[in-house]
Nanobody, 112 residues
């Protein structure tokens, strides 16, 4: 199983980014998929989870701003991030929930 995360970068506060997690060796629609983040000096935390049935859950800090989706044809999970804040700065990881599989992380920096 490989999870290839991409899409991070430097963005100004209020801006948007879309993260992608392309999976191989497994089927994203058959697994609960999540995005997590880890800020400097802090523990890794869950950001958003997409269940196999399409249900979504978000951390309170990102509700209304972030959206997790998947493209079954591309076997890819996305995290659309809008209205970004400096406190969203972190390395973002995709993860097959309850498994040992993690992507390599992509850095998001929100700064003016």
């Amino acid at each position: 199983v490989q999870l290839q995360a991409s899409g991070g970068g430097l963005v100004e506060p209020g801006g948007s980014l879309r993260l992608s997690c392309a999976a191989s060796g497994m089927i994203v629609s058959a697994n609960n998929m999540g995005w997590y983040r880890q800020a400097p000096g802090k523990q890794r935390e869950v950001v958003a989870v997409l269940g196999t049935g399409g249900t979504t859950n978000y951390a309170d800090s990102v509700k209304g701003r972030f959206t997790i989706t998947r493209d079954n044809a591309k076997n890819t999970v996305y995290l659309q991030m809008n209205s970004l804040k400096p406190e969203d700065t972190a390395v973002y990881f995709c993860h097959v929930v309850t498994s040992a599989y993690w992507g390599q992380g992509t850095l998001v920096t929100v700064s003016s």
